[in-house]
């Protein structure tokens, strides 16, 4: 049952994905990028990675999802939505109905051992980590001595990409100067 999830995730990650990058309006975009990041929530939740689950659905799909909406309505740029996101529908059911003929296949011709899910001493290393720390703790650890600086240049880039919005969005007079 957790191979089937998994591949049922996966592909609707995968289309979703496809679907953000195809899409013709910026709305329908914003939905198939909700759809992927609620795949990688369930992604998670299958590898037993609950925190990360929870963040990737409180911070991406709730907050960058909403900064995303607003961002898209601030330069007014979501009209006529509807005939998009039906075809985009339509893409996504197809993506899924091949997945799990693939995900069938595969375990039709495959034993049960090959399609684990990985390493089971990378998994354990995971879990000592976890009793020594926490949960918070063994992500929060690398998260802010590894990997600090593409933290921080994340928010930044997050940071001038809101500014440069707000600065498009910005009326202006027919001098070509400021509004204001």
Known sequence: MT???????????????????????????LLFMVATLASVAGIYVLLEAHFLAAVQVIVYAGAI??????????????HDYQADVKYGLWFLLAF?????????LTMGFS???ATGFGDVAAGEAIDAAVLEKGAVGAIADPLFTDYVVAFEL???????AVVAAVALAKP??????DAG
């Open 3 to 29: 191979w089937i999830l998994f591949i049922l995730f996966s592909v609707v990650a995968t289309g979703g994905a496809v679907g953000v990058v195809t899409g013709r309006n910026p709305v329908a975009s």
């Open 65 to 78: 999802m909403v900064l995303f909406l607003f961002v898209i309505m601030l330069l007014n740029l979501g």
């Open 96 to 104: 899924v109905v091949a997945g799990l003929t693939a995900g069938a």
């Open 111 to 113: 034993d049960a051992e």
């Open 154 to 160: 994340t928010g930044l880039l997050l940071l001038v």
């Open 172 to 177: 202006r007079n027919r001098r070509g100067t």
